[in-house]
């Protein structure tokens, strides 16, 4: 499940709030299993930190054209 720029800018602030609460979730768990050594596909942790830091990116964005578009 790759998440691409283009797909998460048309998606609403909410729901990208909402997938990055399933990403840290993931990211957590993901940490958590290889803490413990069962973590077999270690290129997901990568996937998912890609994934969190393009929605946080996003936001951000969105943020800045909002507050561009009010003043």
């Avoid at 998606?11 to 840290?24: H, P």
């Avoid at 973590?39 to 964005?61: D, F, H, P, S």
Wanted: charge should be positive.
């Amino acid at each position: 499940m790759a998440l691409h720029a283009k797909e998460l800018r048309d998606k609403s602030a909410d729901q990208l709030r909402a997938q990055l609460v399933d990403l840290k979730k993931e990211a957590f768990n993901l940490r958590f299993q290889q803490a413990t050594g069962q973590l077999e596909n270690t290129a997901r942790m990568r996937v998912v930190k890609r994934g969190v830091a393009r929605i946080n990116t996003i936001l951000n964005q969105k943020a800045a054209a909002a507050a561009g578009t009010e003043a």
